[in-house]
């Protein structure tokens, strides 16, 4: 392993460029590259990179999320890019260049997804960016990306660059091609491609339809995914979970834990009914995908040519989240008084009579699957655009853009308020959940997180552009362009119960107790705005071919700059500026500065996103707020009769465009013939970041935002304040505030601070003929120099790269070709880090300080048959992903989420074997 890291390392001295990451030059006049306005020039001092169909092939994915997961200058690199959790953040696959913060909290993007160069119209219940997998991988000619700031040219979420998927169009003929994949434990994928196009004189036009299906897999399938012991605050032992079937109870006045069932003075302290809720847990996501895109393309005149784009997406998710599992706090006055149906409970006290004596108890009931996701996504788009030559080498571009979406998702849960209410009345004993009244337990658990979300866009965009006058380095273009956007949004989010989303319900009673309160349906979040923008852009060749001389082969300077008008915050501004320099004919020299925005989404607004205050007990704030910490930090610590805490999630009024300023350096070089160097600096200062306060990332959260965004011992004042904001109450209040109160926590989201951001991207690609066929190989990489954040505009920037996060990722590809055959080994590698604060010991495993490096190899083989007839275009494909079924490196802190557990610095499905075939006619 040692060689490896070696040579991972020495990698980064080879500023490189892969064929699967090579430099677009843009030598076709009549090609727009992506980051440039003007037709059949790469934009000046960036570098663009671009993905073939050979090598979206050769990946072997099914959804273009997983081929996302390839490329090093993403977060989602060997990792799993996917849908989880029941918060309705994370309901699409979206995509996240140099892996900027806040990606799963806040709606709005910081990458810009164009397909064939034009926005698509967002996706989700709580985000308003495309999903990825909208275009299925059979049908992309190639993704071009701009790991760079592009509002200049593009507008808004450009901050870390642009991802464009640019779709086949010149098909002839049917095209047929399937490839069915089997992993581990029963693990299987299958998608098949079906596209027929017909070509005329001036035009043609095509189909294509994809189908994608793969199974999930639990946690128990993979020995990767596991819930590790741990010590908790104030408890004897540590223990992985006990949320478990047959109760544990923690005794919160002395420490002492107990497994059930006991009596009194019987119980032996140190121990738990112990479980590992991850078993039951999906690690991945059962996704079925059906996909068809669409295109006509007709000549009209010989200078006015009409184009028409449409696709169409259905994609349902289906996720095990395992058993129905909760907790509650009870007391030995509030046992005997209220729950005679279970006078036994009276037992379980080792101090009776004693008012201050408190019991945790946790449980879990209920089917394997009991606690589960689904989500459904329908998305639909149509794009006509008009191309007239005006003379001259001059052109105008007119689109428009019109698509709607709605996105679902329904994860079944656990009511705590009537929890609560069943186990005042009696009817639910969490002492053993089996002998609770049936119809308590039903109404118990008739309970979803509900989200609903129909997104609307409707885009206009006129370009002109053209050479303006000649130089002695050749024409200087300019391209100049207006653009007109709307968009809207219509969301319902909240807990409910089912089939009453919006009609409200009208509550439950059993035996004469209330078990659930009447409530009124999810109320109806709606928010719309426009957009008016001019951009325009001017390249300048002061050196070129006919008037090179020593030193300056080439010298281009690139101007751009938009204005963007929103009807809803206002305007803004954004420049890039943009120099090549080629002093000799193998080197060529880049530099690009600029600045870029993100707008605040229509979905991190309160009309859409309200205050949403809940009260938790005792048990659930020593989960989320580490007393020690507190405690260390002069915070005085909770006495046990003021240990509850109120949270607040939602978005605060007034949240602004978060802003960036971008720089990058660069340098592409060929040597030799066939050899490919390339090397970027960049850097990205960011500013106004609409984020959560990370409250369940411990280190940071208290690093960075105590006083900002927690409150502990709160005075009555603040405690109204945060209650007349709220939009919504859940959770029983304590009482007599504010002495029950410990901690308010208000995580809405905001322009909470600053996030600056630097690395080196670097590859090296190698091709040559031999007398036997052809070699190719290439390395692919970033290593990140700084990654630094502060709470607010004004607090200190912390460093979150000296530990706790993967400075370098790379990926090396060498490839075969001998006749028919093509051969192909990569190497994904994401390099190890040391945490901060360590990993405690526990339970028997010594401390962590350490997370290692991940390193997973893939396989790829094509074969062309040859022939004529039924054997002409006829190949099979075999890929072998993960082939020696590496897992993740080892991290034993708990995680919230589940199937995360165990694990840390690249996740995976295990080795999959896929085999393929295809045919054209």
């Known amino acids: 392993m040692k060689n490896v890291r070696l040579f991972a390392l020495a990698s980064t001295c080879l500023v490189a460029s892969a064929p699967a990451l090579a430099q677009s030059r843009g030598e076709d006049p009549e090609i727009v590259v992506t980051g440039s306005l003007v037709r059949g020039v790469a934009p000046a001092g960036t570098n663009v990179v671009s993905v073939s169909q050979d090598v979206v092939q050769s990946s072997g994915a099914t959804t273009t999320a997983q081929l996302l997961q390839t490329i090093p200058q993403l977060g989602s690199f060997n ?118 196009g017909h070509r005329w004189d001036g035009g043609g036009v095509y189909l294509s339809y994809n189908y994608a299906k793969n199974s999930t897999f639990l946690g128990r399938d993979r020995d990767f995914v596991r819930i590790y012991p741990a010590n908790a605050a104030g408890v004897s032992i540590p223990y992985s979970q006990i949320e478990c079937p047959g109760s544990t109870v923690i005794n919160r006045i002395n420490g002492n834990i107990y497994a059930l069932p006991y009596a009194r003075g019987a119980g032996v302290p140190g121990t738990a009914n112990q479980c590992d809720l991850s078993d039951t847990a999906s690690v991945y996501p059962e996704n079925e995908r059906h996909s068809v895109f669409a295109g006509l393309d007709q000549q009209l005149t010989d200078s006015l040519k009409f184009e028409l784009r449409g696709f169409y997406t259905h994609r349902d998710t289906y996720q095990s989240l395992g058993i129905f599992h909760s907790n509650a706090n009870v007391g030995p006055t509030f046992v005997n008084a209220t729950l005679t149906p279970f006078p036994q409970q009276s037992n379980y006290f080792t101090s009776p009579g004693s008012p201050f004596e408190v019991h945790q108890v946790s449980f879990g009931w209920g089917a394997e699957n009991a606690f589960n996701q689904r989500i459904a996504l329908d998305a639909w788009g149509i794009t006509p655009t008009a191309t007239l030559d005006i ?53 118990v658990t008739n309970f979803q997180s509900y989200g609903n979300t129909r997104q609307e866009q409707f885009n206009a965009r006129a370009i002109v552009d053209g050479d303006l006058v000649s130089l002695p380095g050749g024409a200087v273009k300019l391209a100049v362009g207006a653009e007109y956007l709307y968009e809207n949004v219509r969301t319902r989010r909240g807990d409910v119960i089912p089939g009453f989303e919006t009609s409200g319900y009208p509550g439950l009673s059993i ?113 989320l707020v580490p007393t020690s910490v507190l405690v260390a930090n002069g915070y005085p610590a909770p006495t046990g009769t003021n240990s509850n805490g109120m949270f ?192 405690p010991a526990a339970g028997g495993f010594p401390a962590q300080d350490r997370v290692g490096d991940y390193n997973v190899f893939d396989l790829f083989f094509r074969y062309e048959v040859p022939g004529e007839g039924m054997l002409e275009n006829l190949a099979f494909t075999l890929t072998a992903n993960n082939v020696f079924s590496k897992d993740p490196p080892v991290y034993r802190a708990q995680q919230i989420t589940l199937s995360t557990n165990g694990f840390a610095n690249g996740s995976t499905v295990g080795r999959v074997i896929q085999l393929g075939v295809s045919k054209r006619f």
Not at 607 to 614: F, G, R, V
Not at 715 to 726: F, H, K, T, W, Y
Not at 766 to 776: E, I, K, L, R
Request: proline residues 6%.
């Open 79 to 196: 990792d799993l890019l996917k849908q989880n959790g029941g918060n309705n953040f994370v309901t699409t696959n979206r995509p996240n260049l140099r892996d900027l913060p806040a990606f799963t909290t806040k709606a709005n993007s910081a990458t810009l997804m164009l397909v064939d160069g034009h926005r698509v119209v967002g996706m989700g219940v709580s985000v308003t960016s495309p999903d990825v997998d909208i275009v299925p991988p059979g049908i992309i000619e190639r993704v071009e990306i701009v790991p760079d700031g592009g509002s200049a040219v593009y507008g808004s979420d450009a901050v870390a660059g642009v991802i464009n998927f640019i779709t086949r169009k010149d098909i002839k003929g049917v095209e047929a091609d399937g490839r069915y994949g089997f992993g581990e434990k029963n693990y299987w994928t299958f998608d098949a491609n079906l596209t027929a």
């Open 648 to 839: 607040i999630l939602g978005s605060r009024p007034g949240i602004g465009p978060e802003k960036a300023t971008t720089l990058s350096l660069g340098a592409d070089l060929e040597p030799l013939p066939g050899l490919r160097l390339s090397g970027t600096y960049w850097s990205i200062k960011y500013r106004d970041v609409i984020a959560q306060a990370p409250f369940t990332n411990f280190p940071q959260y208290f690093a960075g935002f105590g006083g900002v965004s927690f409150f502990v011992n709160p005075s009555q004042a603040r405690i109204d304040a945060a209650i007349a904001g709220a939009a919504s109450i859940s959770g029983t209040p304590c009482a007599p505030q504010p002495t029950c109160l410990y901690i308010i926590e208000d995580n809405r989201k905001d322009n909470l601070g600053r996030f600056n951001n630097s690395g080196i991207d670097f590859s090296a690609s190698y091709a040559t003929a031999t007398n036997w066929g052809a070699v190719d190989f290439s390395v692919n990489g970033n290593y990140q120099l700084t990654r630094k954040q502060s709470a607010t505009a004004t607090a200190p920037l912390i460093d979150f790269l000296n530990a706790n996060y993967s400075r370098l990722k790379v990926r090396t590809m060498l490839g075969v070709e001998i006749g028919n055959l093509r051969s192909q080994v990569t190497w994904s590698h994401s390099h190890g880090y040391k945490l901060n604060p360590v990993v």
């Open 511 to 623: 035996n004469g107790a209330l078990v659930i309160p009447a409530r009124a349906g999810l109320p109806l979040g709606a928010a719309s705005r426009d957009v008016k923008s001019l951009f325009g852009e001017l390249v300048v060749p002061l050196f070129g071919a006919d008037n090179r001389t020593g030193g300056f082969e080439e010298l281009t300077l690139s101007l751009s700059g938009r204005y963007d008008r929103y009807s809803d915050f206002g305007d803004t501004f954004n420049p890039k500026v943009g120099l090549t320099w080629k002093p000799a004919d193998f080197i060529r020299l880049r530099a690009a500065w600029g600045k870029s925005f993100a707008a605040p989404s229509l979905l991190d607004k309160p009309e859409t996103d309200p205050a949403a205050l809940s009260w938790q007990t005792g048990s659930i704030f020593a989960f």
């Open 391 to 443: 003379g001259d080498n001059w052109q105008l571009r007119t689109m428009l853009n019109y698509g709607q979406s709605e996105t679902e998702q329904r994860t079944t849960n656990v009511s705590s308020a009537a929890l609560v209410n069943a186990i005042r009345a009696g009817l639910f004993n969490p002492y053993d959940v089996g002998s609770s009244n049936p119809a308590a337990l039903a109404a």
